[in-house]
């Protein structure tokens, strides 16, 4: 098997800049889009669909709609990590998969954000239900088997590391350009173009670009030359019990859920904190993560280095820390903290949250790859595919509890009727602070979940076969 070059690292790790674009598009912005807040309103929004907690009284439909998407999502996850690693094709397991799903995710993106009715309709409801549920599909059937090659192209923990420090830094990258997107369609709005047109030729253009950065690994890597595994044989059901049987993997699940409900409630409040906490312009959420974005990048190597010394756990545990402090200033941000000026305010929020952000970014995705070698050394059946299926299938399980929960919980304080129509906001500067200090109390408990992580025994599994 060939070892990994630095170019074709990187032509791995351009993949993950183009399905971050989208997934950071949809994360950052489809609540914003369908949910819009009082100044997003006034500067030319409408509602599309009913706004306020109109399900049974306490869900939203926008919440209704990301949750079940997200489940759905969740649900499929298991579904292609078992068809990819029983796949035989004759490029390999993981590349197939990825070549045929890039393309339709691009198209199905842009379709999420054109609902066809100008205005409030339950026809835009059934759009955007369809629409989400196709769009996480095939995000699926992309990511999963991109994923899961990360612990297949690497053949060591200097190679693994590396890999991983590269896909996070093109998906932190990925996910700014996301966040470029106000630029984008402020420009649009400045040359005479309406603002929902605006946004969603936005949309397009970005997707476009993300589409060809996801055929890049797609034709660029010949799977073959890096790995040699052995289909499985297991079907579904018998694979994700095997999976669920390590009890290390269960920990680092249940960290996982934790998290991931946490970092989506803070990042779909993203533009909200920004615009209703901090009352600054919705440019500013572009230069806020950007600025977040930069500082992450210089703790990359110090993280790379801090992981061999200290060990992973460690990490993890201190970057919970860190975004217990950055969720918790977040929730009192704004008036609260009058004494501090906002920009200033804006400021530490982006220093509080650049480190842990850099751990998060290098170290998850490299405890799993060891949780699934390990796993293979004392089996002696290679399921990656399932164990990254898994573990998605937990991360998305809390992001569609914290979508469903944030939309809910945005609109505490708010109105206790809205009509529906175009000139009301949904969302309450109380309720964006209740969003973040539950993000930071989630924060809290997944780092105590982590504790119980048993490192010591995966590396030394993992040193059997790396020697």
Same mark, same amino acid.
């Given at each position: ?55 049974? #009284? ?33 490029? #390999? ?17 842009i379709l999420v954000f054109c609902a066809p009715v100008s205005g409030i309709s339950s026809i835009n409801v059934v759009w955007l239900f369809v629409s989400v549920l196709a769009y996480y ?131 779909? #409040? ?13 440019a500013m959420t572009t230069a806020m993560f950007g600025g977040l974005t930069l500082l992450s990048l210089g703790f990359y190597p110090f993280v790379v280095k801090m992981a061999s010394k ?23 941000? #704004? +008036? ?31 405890i799993v790859a060891d949780i699934a070698l390990s796993d293979e050394v004392e089996t002696g059946e290679s399921r990656s595919g399932m164990f990254y299926a898994a573990r998605t299938f ?60 048993? +490192? ?12």
């Amino acid at each position: 098997m060939k070892s990994l070059t630095k170019g074709k690292m990187w032509c791995y790790a351009i993949g993950q800049l183009g399905w971050s674009i989208i997934s950071g598009l949809i994360g950052s912005w489809l609540v914003y889009f369908y949910q819009p807040n009082q100044e997003a309103i006034n500067d030319g929004m409408i509602s599309l669909i009913p706004q306020g907690r109109v399900v049974l #009284g306490v869900l939203t439909f926008i919440g209704l709609v990301t949750a079940v998407g997200r489940i759905f999502d969740a649900v499929t996850d298991p579904l292609v990590g078992n068809w990819s690693d029983s796949c035989k094709h004759k490029l #390999g397991r993981r590349i197939p998969f990825m070549r045929w799903a890039a393309i339709p995710l691009g198209l199905v993106f842009i379709l999420v954000f054109c609902a066809p009715v100008s205005g409030i309709s339950s026809i835009n409801v059934v759009w955007l239900f369809v629409s989400v549920l196709a769009y996480y599909f095939l995000i699926t059937c992309y990511c999963t088997p991109y994923t899961s090659l990360l612990a297949e192209l690497s053949h060591n923990q200097e190679e693994k590391l590396k890999l991983s420090m590269c896909i996070s830094l093109t998906f932190i990258v990925g996910t700014c350009i996301g966040y470029t997107a106000p630029m984008i369609w402020g420009s649009l709005i400045g040359n005479g173009i309406e603002r929902v047109p605006a946004m969603r030729i936005t949309f397009a253009i970005l997707s476009i670009i993300a589409t060809i950065f996801m055929l890049v690994p797609a034709f660029g890597i010949n799977e073959k030359d890096y790995c040699d595994a052995i289909p499985s044989s297991s079907n579904i059901l018998s694979s994700l019990a095997k999976t669920f049987k390590n009890k290390d993997f269960k920990i680092f699940v249940g960290q996982d859920i934790i998290y991931f409900f946490g970092l989506a409630m803070f990042q779909t #409040g993203l533009p909200f904190f920004v615009t209703s906490l901090l009352q600054l312009p919705e440019a500013m959420t572009t230069a806020m993560f950007g600025g977040l974005t930069l500082l992450s990048l210089g703790f990359y190597p110090f993280v790379v280095k801090m992981a061999s010394k200290w060990g992973k756990k460690k990490l993890l545990i201190a970057a919970f820390i860190g975004f217990v402090l950055t969720f918790g200033f977040t929730a009192l941000s #704004g +008036e609260k903290l009058g004494f501090i000026p906002i920009y200033v305010q804006a400021a530490i929020i982006v220093v509080l949250g650049s480190f842990p952000q850099a751990i998060f970014g290098i170290i998850p995705q490299t405890i799993v790859a060891d949780i699934a070698l390990s796993d293979e050394v004392e089996t002696g059946e290679s399921r990656s595919g399932m164990f990254y299926a898994a573990r998605t299938f937990a991360m998305k399980l809390g992001q569609s509890l914290a979508m469903l929960l944030f939309t809910s919980l945005a609109t505490i304080g708010a109105a206790k009727t809205v009509a529906e129509t175009s000139g009301q906001a949904a969302g309450s500067p109380l309720g964006y602070r209740i969003v973040a200090l539950v993000a930071s109390v989630c924060c809290i408990i997944g780092g105590l979940i982590m504790s119980f992580f048993n +490192e010591k025994k995966v590396m030394a599994t993992i040193a059997k076969v790396e020697k």
